[in-house]
């Protein structure tokens, strides 16, 4: 893979110089015009060997393009706080809003390759990470992101040229710490790693572009260039970008019977229900204080049929919490910001650490419900989403997460009784609309959306939980008790 990179290409300077401002126009030609459409984000990936010019080259980008609107993102170890998360929770909030430019020096890709080279991890490791990543790539791209991802190479013999001029030169002994150090010593075992995972990695939606670093006027030109044919094709020709894959959906009809076969008539009387209130109450309280919980997280996911009872049930669960121990992400309509990234990424930047609690009032499953039912996302976004989300929880698990899904399901007829209701009721208006009405008529796909879900992401990491409703004490008595023995199952 790198062998066309060995070939020493070199740009005199009269050549540069003549080439460059064009360039430079160019590019910022282009930065305007995907500014000013905000169709889609660019992130480019630099990556490479040490000493083949990655900060070079990102620092001549930023001169070359308007600073304002390019993200530089700069990623060394997990902080403390990253590492209690999942491995890609610091690379989702560092993405490019649609319109502007991110640019990772790092990226995912760093970790697993240094990892593998200094046999800190396995190979079988190494090809889950390979997964991973090609995973998330091809997700970001189907949500419209555009990929750049160049690896900057330069021959061992170089590498080692280059390292004794910078130590030998006292205005750049600095850049010569002992990682780097150690780094260049693993030159062979590097490249190996990641000759593998840039030739498994290199995919249609995300393709690798290994460039000659020998030269430093070649190799800014070459980024340069490519970066700009890339996005100006983009702009010309945004079909281009659909490459969408995804499982084909289960008939309708195959799997409603999840949903309608439901026995809603379950109850508890009053005495019964604060016995078993206050019994599982008790027990999530001391479960989440336990010492075993430290390292661990818990996400509670609420999605349900309107006025099943959700916001009561969530209320319970939180009256055994001390306030400081838990947050709660009401989930309406996205705002521009969130519009302005992939679906997933508001719900990433909520993702606990350890020890921390976070519910969740409706979720990222939306996608598949109400923005399937309501014709807010394409069929192709939405039939894909079952995929992304159960990566996305597999990722939540493997950081320690305990995920807990409830779907709340009511009657028809009970749905019909409590809206009238809160119209009768002076304070509980608010939580009537003419949406809630609207939705009754879409009571059929509603059920057939619901049983696809659960159908598709109902997995032994994060299942689902069919709660009968009807009865909001039985309700709320059968989450509680849900949560504590998926508690108690995994501490």
């Known amino acids: 893979m790198f062998d066309s990179a060995e070939m020493r290409q070199a740009v005199s300077k009269a050549d540069y110089d003549a080439q460059v401002p064009a360039l430079r126009e160019a590019l910022l030609d282009a930065q305007y015009d995907l500014l000013a459409a905000k169709g889609f984000p660019v992130l480019v990936i630099i990556g490479g060997v040490e000493g083949a010019g990655k900060s070079e080259t990102i620092q001549t980008l930023n001169e070359w393009l308007d600073p304002r609107h390019v993200h530089t993102h700069g990623f060394l170890l997990p902080s403390d706080e990253e590492a209690q998360r999942p491995p890609m929770y610091r690379f989702w909030r560092a993405l490019p809003p649609k319109g502007e430019i991110g640019i990772f020096f790092g990226s995912w890709y760093s970790l697993p390759v240094v990892s593998r080279a200094f046999d800190a991890t396995s190979e079988a490791e190494l090809d889950r990470s390979i997964n991973e990543i090609r995973h998330l790539e091809r997700m970001l791209h189907n949500e419209g992101v555009l990929i750049l991802k160049f690896w900057l190479h330069i021959s061992k013999r170089e590498q080692r040229k280059r390292l004794r ?3 030998k030169d006292p205005d750049t002994r600095w850049r010569v710490n002992k990682a780097v150090e150690v780094l260049v010593d693993r030159y062979d075992e590097l ?6 995972m840039l030739r498994e990695t290199s ?35 945004p079909e281009a970008a659909q490459l969408v894959t ?8 195959e799997n409603v019977a999840l949903v309608r076969g439901l026995d809603l008539s379950q109850r508890l009387e009053r005495d019964e229900y604060k016995d078993q209130l206050e019994k599982y109450q008790g027990r999530f309280a001391r479960l989440v204080r336990s010492k075993k919980f430290r390292k661990r997280s818990l996400i509670l996911a609420f999605e349900g049929s309107d006025a099943a009872g959700k916001g009561g049930a969530i209320r ?11 947050e709660i992400v009401p989930v309406a309509a996205p705002t521009e910001e969130e519009r302005a990234q992939p679906y997933l990424w508001r719900f990433w930047r909520h993702v606990p650490g350890h020890s921390g609690i976070v519910i969740f009032d409706r979720t ?28 996305f929880e597999e990722q939540l698990a493997g950081s320690g997460a305990i995920v807990c899904k409830f779907w709340l399901q009511i009657s028809k007829e009970e749905q019909l009784r409590r809206f009238e209701e809160r119209e009768q009721t002076g304070f509980k208006r608010f939580k009537i609309t003419e949406e809630d009405w609207r939705n009754r008529e879409r009571w059929e796909a509603y059920e057939h959306a619901v049983a696809d879900m659960v159908d598709r992401t109902s997995t032994s990491i994060a299942p689902w939980t069919l709660v009968e409703a009807n009865d909001k004490w039985f309700a709320r008595v059968k989450v509680l008790r849900t949560i504590c023995e998926r508690l108690e199952a995994e501490l």
């Open 246 to 253: 995804a499982a084909p959906v289960a008939a309708r009809g």
């Open 165 to 167: 001029a910078l130590q």
């Open 364 to 391: 990222w499953y939306g996608r598949v419900l109400v923005e399937r039912v309501e014709g807010y996302c394409s069929e192709a976004d939405w039939m894909r989403a079952y995929d992304e989300i159960n990566e």
């Open 316 to 326: 319970r669960v939180t009256g055994a919490l001390d306030a400081r121990l838990y």
């Open 191 to 196: 490249l190996e790693v990641a000759e593998k």
């Open 203 to 237: 995919t249609g939606e995300a393709p690798w572009t290994v460039i000659d670093g020998y030269d430093h006027r070649h190799r800014t030109l070459a980024v340069g260039r490519a970066l700009h044919d890339a996005v100006r094709s983009r702009l010309d020709r």
